[in-house]
């Protein structure tokens, strides 16, 4: 199965209230100096637990579940081909 790199970029600040301020001392900055979150599961729980903006943690919901699409397709396309030949 396919990893996936995915992020979520926060360009203001105000985004980030209500998340602890360790963990956004934590994120990386880009080259714009906005913030990058990653959809790795230290990264997503935080956020969908603390963010106090409703669009973030719908964007970083929305980016995790998506991890490693359209990748996995194919993967996914024999898994089901196998399947549909034992059965």
Do not use: C, H, M
Not at 27 to 39: C, E, F, M, S, Y
Request: aromatic share 6%; hydrophobic share 40%.
């Amino acid at each position: 199965i396919n990893a996936d790199t995915a992020t979520v970029t926060v360009r203001d600040q105000k985004e980030l209230a209500g998340l602890p301020p360790d963990f956004v001392e934590s994120l990386k900055r880009d080259a714009q100096g906005q913030w990058v979150i990653p959809t790795d599961a230290s990264a997503v729980q935080p956020v969908i637990s603390y963010a106090s903006d409703e669009s973030l943690r719908k964007r970083l919901y929305l980016a995790w579940r998506n991890k490693a699409y359209p990748g996995n397709i194919p993967v996914l396309q024999q898994l089901l081909a196998k399947r549909q030949q034992i059965a």
